[in-house]
């Protein structure tokens, strides 16, 4: 049945959950119409949920095909919906406990059983559990994949707890946690997992982080469980856990940007393209494959709409319908084909570099690789290829993309703070704050572009051996019109400090400066004193 669009809510949301309000099934839409086609075919009932397990409502969502914006979920009925993360990422924890739940079912191991929902007043994607059986054990084993951050005394107190509660505990943390480091000081290495998008879905990755060496992400699937703990390619157990095989990871910088599989499997080069003397054709279709059928894992080719009924004024079955097409509003020659739709697609990258432009600056590495994958797939059903300018506009997002991508080990992060410690002492002086940027242009240009996570792992690292009576040096770094800067109060958090309210930041940070300039002098330490993980 068709719902009145006067009843239909507009919330713009990229995951949903399919059978039912309260599964544990996530579904990702992919915001390109090309996706679309494969996504809605995976799914033929259409039963979309903005499910419990998602901070939802639990009421039945929509699937909205647009070829001028990203497609996405929208609410059929209205009404009030609390759900507060919609974005690729917000289901993430779905995707994580059910891939670790079947990897284990894999092994064989009994008792899987991976949990959700917490206690109290904790946000749904705040950790993930997953509890089994080991063969030989009676006591169950715990997998916790912590998502959310903590400061390092709640950490060690929830870890306490959880190795007295269970026969034993794996920690694997998500690219937000920022425990990570706390880890590694004790452990000598962290187990990282991330999700990230593959076509219509999203695949579940981990990695193991060393002090000085980058993250190499693998499928969780080349990985075993073992009665010691997770045992991944390329890594040997020794006395304190593990280490590398003696070869060293290819820089991130190098690496391209993740590409689904289905997208490299649709993208061909030039020559793969339809000559300009081939006749003009009704489907746009590959050069070479005439006889190939699409396939479910391949995006559907544009097509000219032949259905009868969709032509204004022609209905189907009254002999007409075989007709329609030349009714329809299309250019005559090849060239006016591939001009026609070379515009179109210009005009929709057009809208998304307009996009990137306006807030690249404050998204995260993964939604600009978003965005760069979508602008990809467009310009690789183009005939000639976008403007100079817009390659030119598409090949400095790439840039600053690869940039981010070469993420800072622990040890990078500790020689960063271990660089600007000293300006800031210097700062704390004359009790005068500082920018990102101001940094960068008395480092001459020596601070790298960090994300967010990493500029408040340096701040950390900074204000490790600061002492609990004296003021964060971290309060220097402010936004700019000296304000106070979004990240002081995660700052604080993982160092254990007090937390003030939102409409308090800007009173308590300045409170912080005053307490500076109540007690000038040199009272930090030069050095980070490294905490002995051996």
């Keep these: 049945m068709l719902v009145p669009a006067a009843d239909e809510d507009t919330r713009k949301v990229q995951t949903a959950v399919a059978g039912s309000p309260a599964t544990d099934h996530p579904v990702y839409l992919?915001?390109?119409?090309?996706?679309?086609?494969?996504?809605?075919?995976?799914?033929?009932?259409?039963?979309?949920?903005?499910?419990?397990?998602?901070?939802?409502?639990?009421?039945?969502?929509?699937?909205?095909?647009?070829?001028?914006?990203?497609?996405?979920?929208?609410?059929?009925?209205?009404?009030?919906?609390r759900r507060v993360s919609t974005n690729e990422a917000s289901a993430d924890h779905l995707y994580i406990g059910r891939a670790v739940a079947a990897w284990l079912k894999e092994q064989k191991y009994g008792h899987v059983q991976p949990r959700y929902k917490q206690k109290g007043k904790q946000d749904?994607?705040?950790?993930?559990?997953?509890?089994?059986l080991h063969r030989e054990e009676r006591r169950e084993r715990l997998v916790r994949v912590q998502l959310a951050r903590k400061s390092k005394s709640e950490w060690e107190e929830i870890d306490t707890h959880l190795r007295e509660q269970w026969a034993g505990i794996e920690w694997l943390f998500g690219p937000d946690s920022m425990l990570a480091n706390w880890e590694i000081d004790r452990r000598g290495y962290a187990l990282r997992i991330q999700c990230r998008p593959a076509g219509i879905t999203r695949i579940v990755?981990?990695?193991?982080?060393?002090?000085?060496?980058?993250?190499?992400w693998v499928p969780l699937t080349e990985c075993h469980m073992t009665?010691?703990?997770?045992?991944?390619?390329?890594?040997?157990?020794?006395?304190?856990?593990?280490?590398?095989?003696?070869?060293?990871?290819?820089?991130?910088?190098?690496?391209?940007?993740?590409?689904?599989?289905?997208?490299?499997?649709?993208?061909?080069?030039?020559e793969s393209r339809p000559q300009e003397s081939s006749p003009p054709p009704v489907a746009v279709s590959r050069a070479g494959e005439p006889d190939r059928?699409?396939?479910?894992?391949?995006?559907?080719?544009?097509?000219?709409?032949?259905?009868?009924?969709?032509?204004?004024?022609?209905?189907?079955?009254?002999?007409?319908?075989?007709?329609?097409?030349?009714s329809l509003p299309v250019p005559g020659s090849l060239q006016e084909i591939q001009a026609h739709h070379d515009k179109?697609?210009?005009?929709?990258?057009?809208?998304?570099?307009?996009?990137?432009?306006?807030?690249?600056?404050?998204?995260?590495?993964?939604?600009?690789?978003?965005?760069?994958?979508?602008?990809?797939?467009?310009?690789?059903?183009?005939?000639?290829?976008?403007?100079?300018?817009?390659?030119?506009?598409?090949?400095?997002?790439?840039?600053?993309?690869?940039?981010?991508?070469a993420r800072p080990t622990f040890q990078e992060i500790c020689a960063c703070a271990d660089t600007i410690r000293p300006l800031l002492s210097v700062?704390?002086?004359?009790?005068?704050?500082?920018?990102?940027?101001?940094?960068?242009?008395?480092?001459?240009?020596?601070?790298?572009?960090?994300?967010?996570?990493?500029?408040?792992?340096?701040?950390?690292?900074?204000?490790?051996?600061?002492?609990?009576?004296?003021?964060?040096?971290?309060?220097?770094?402010?936004?700019?019109?000296?304000?106070?800067?979004?990240?002081?109060?995660?700052?604080?958090?993982?160092?254990?400090?007090?937390?003030?309210?939102?409409?308090?930041?800007?009173?308590?940070?300045?409170?912080?400066?005053?307490?500076?300039?109540?007690?000038?002098?040199?009272?930090?330490?030069?050095?980070?004193?490294?905490a002995s993980w051996a």
């Design 427 to 530: 700062a704390a002086r004359t009790v005068r704050p500082v920018t990102w940027a101001e940094l960068g242009i008395r480092l001459d240009g020596g601070l790298p572009a960090l994300q967010p996570e990493d500029k408040v792992a340096v701040l950390v690292e900074v204000d490790r051996a600061t002492r609990p009576d004296r003021p964060l040096l971290s309060a220097l770094v402010a936004a700019r019109g000296r304000r106070v800067h979004p990240l002081y109060a995660q700052v604080l958090d993982h160092l254990d400090r007090a937390v003030p309210r939102p409409p308090d930041a800007q009173a308590a940070w300045e409170a912080d400066l005053r307490r500076h300039w109540k007690s000038p002098g040199t009272h930090y330490a030069v050095r980070r004193v490294d």
């Design 293 to 326: 059928q699409p396939s479910p894992a391949d995006p559907q080719p544009r097509r000219v709409d032949t259905d009868a009924s969709a032509v204004p004024g022609t209905a189907s079955g009254d002999g007409e319908g075989t007709s329609a097409l030349h």
């Design 344 to 405: 179109e697609v210009t005009e929709g990258m057009t809208l998304l570099l307009d996009h990137l432009d306006r807030v690249g600056d404050e998204l995260h590495l993964d939604q600009i690789q978003t965005v760069l994958r979508d602008l990809a797939v467009r310009e690789r059903t183009m005939w000639r290829g976008p403007d100079p300018e817009a390659r030119k506009r598409v090949r400095a997002w790439q840039a600053h993309a690869e940039m981010l991508l």
């Design 124 to 132: 749904l994607r705040d950790f993930v559990d997953i509890r089994y």
């Design 30 to 81: 992919p915001m390109d119409a090309v996706e679309y086609d494969r996504f809605i075919r995976e799914y033929p009932a259409r039963e979309f949920y903005c499910g419990t397990l998602l901070g939802g409502c639990g009421k039945k969502l929509s699937a909205r095909k647009y070829r001028d914006k990203k497609c996405h979920f929208a609410h059929v009925a209205s009404g009030s919906c």
């Design 205 to 216: 990755e981990v990695g193991v982080q060393y002090p000085n060496t980058p993250i190499d």
């Design 227 to 270: 009665a010691h703990g997770i045992r991944f390619p390329g890594h040997e157990p020794v006395a304190r856990g593990l280490a590398p095989l003696g070869r060293r990871n290819p820089p991130p910088a190098s690496r391209p940007l993740p590409t689904p599989k289905a997208v490299q499997r649709a993208g061909h080069s030039n």
